[in-house]
């Protein structure tokens, strides 16, 4: 006979405990437990349940590998992120804030596999058949093998799987999908859990791919317990501003593919289009000549990519200067105004300093420090660097210029794009041989990276 027992869990953590609390231990938010009826059978003591299958173990040299099978849609973007293309009976699981464009993207995904011959389930927990065939007449999605279905039922789920058997099937989303057999109201932490490993077992059994959409919290994480993010496959963010028309798709995790790669796309009236040179896009609306702006190569996955750094440097009567930071981190730039400070004495304690990256794009590679400090030091001394300067090169805290990754790429990239000097750390000079029309300037310290760049220094 089964037996009901209350326990409660965190929305945010997953963390569980007999009573409730104000505040989770596991995360300290406040106000996020829950109450959940847990129906626990009672059966034999000590029983253990076998799979149907038995394996053995085998030794590591006996195992043949081979490299996954993909399918490669017609959308580069989107299949450079995950590595090449979309693997058969992966779970990709996608976050990102309300009204980002999730359901657009994957909606554009699913159109361009069913063209390709391909049988796709879009399962909408949010909206009605109606709903999603609007959205689809605006995308202009037209497809016989595209199936449209709206249920949150995850029994009524696997039937319908059953019955259509796609190849791939896109969830949206998953926070909207209940298990009848589980008590806890659809969104909190079990019925999160239970619904994606029964939506993993359908992936890997059936060798079908399965698109998750996921909620984001206010603090930009997926909604759920964060076991979630460990049981899928891929785990991709949809990056951007309401602001701006572009939005960047970033992978945070995959197994099959690298982890530090990102999809470019900008939003249009028809929908999502490719940036297939993101440099251009970031670029097309600098201002020439300001002091202040700066050019930096930075890495992103696989590709280089240009982007402008603006400083904003003001005398401030307060004791206390600001501090402000947008697309890099704040506790660097503080890092190196310190820097600045002690190496070149220049007084930058009664300054208040705003940094922003140009496009809303977010940086965290150590191979932007020249270039943000550079940048600092432009708009002090109200001197404008020279526009076609490119700067790369991490700092470090004795004011030396220290060594990146992969600068061939970045400076074949500031070529391409018209730049005409790149100012670099030293000890990447040797081992390549520079590309025609560009300059390139080894700098030891950065008191060699300002001389370069300024006439009084």
């Not at 049988?119 to 093998?145: C, D, F, H, M, W």
């Not at 909620?215 to 602001?243: C, N, S, W």
């Not at 930071?325 to 310190?338: F, P």
Request: a neutral charge; charged letters at 20%; one cysteine or more.
């Amino acid at each position: 006979m089964a037996k009901k027992k209350s326990k409660f869990m965190c929305s945010s953590c997953g963390y569980e405990a007999a009573k409730w609390m104000g505040r989770c231990p596991g995360c300290g938010e406040w106000n996020t437990m829950n109450e959940e009826i847990e129906v626990i059978s009672k059966g034999p003591r000590g029983a253990f349940q076998h799979s149907s299958t038995t394996t053995k173990a085998t030794p590591i040299i006996q195992v043949e590998a081979q490299e996954e099978t993909r399918i490669v849609t017609q959308m580069d973007e989107f299949n450079r992120v995950l590595g090449g293309g979309i693997v058969p009976g992966s779970l990709v699981l996608i976050g990102g804030d309300p009204g980002i464009g999730k359901s657009t993207l994957l909606l554009q995904v699913s159109a361009l596999l069913s063209n390709q011959g391909m049988r796709v389930l879009y399962i909408s927990g949010e909206e009605s058949v109606r709903q999603t065939k609007l959205r689809a007449e605006r995308l202009g999605v037209k497809s016989p093998e595209l199936y449209i279905y709206s249920e949150t039922n995850l029994e009524f789920l696997n039937q319908t799987i059953e019955e259509v058997q796609p190849k791939f099937v896109i969830v949206d989303s998953i926070q909207t999908v209940h298990h009848p057999e589980v008590t806890s109201a659809p969104g909190s932490v079990s019925q999160v859990r239970e619904c994606t490993a029964e939506l993993m077992r359908i992936a890997k059994t059936k060798n079908i791919a399965i698109f998750l959409v996921g909620h984001v919290t206010k603090e930009g994480q997926i909604a759920g317990p964060r076991i979630l993010e460990h049981m899928v496959d891929t785990v991709l963010y949809f990056e951007g501003e309401r602001h701006h028309n572009h939005r960047i798709l970033r992978s945070q995790k995959n197994r099959f593919g690298s982890t530090n790669e990102i999809a470019i796309f900008e939003m249009l009236q028809g929908g999502l289009k490719e940036v297939l040179n993101p440099s251009e896009l970031f670029l097309q609306e600098r201002s020439q000549g300001a002091p202040g702006s700066t050019i930096v190569a930075s890495m992103e996955g696989t590709r280089p990519i240009l982007v402008e750094i603006q400083s904003l440097v003001t005398p401030t009567s307060f004791n206390y200067p600001k501090r402000m930071a947008t697309g890099v981190d704040q506790n660097r730039v503080q890092l190196l105004m310190a820097v600045l400070e002690k190496r070149m004495g220049m007084m930058l304690q009664a300054q208040d300093a705003y940094i922003k990256v140009a496009g809303g794009v977010k940086l965290d590679e150590p191979a932007i420090d020249l270039a943000v400090l550079t940048s600092i030091v432009s708009s002090f001394k109200d001197q404008a660097v020279n526009p076609t300067d490119c700067f790369i090169g991490e700092v470090g805290l004795t004011g030396e210029v220290r060594r990146v990754s992969r600068i061939e790429q970045r400076v074949q990239e500031a070529t391409k794009l018209g730049f005409r000097r790149a100012v670099i750390p030293a000890s990447n000079i040797g081992g390549w041989d520079f590309p025609e029309g560009i300059q390139v300037v080894g700098v030891e310290t950065i008191s060699d990276a300002l001389r370069a760049s300024f006439r009084d220094l």
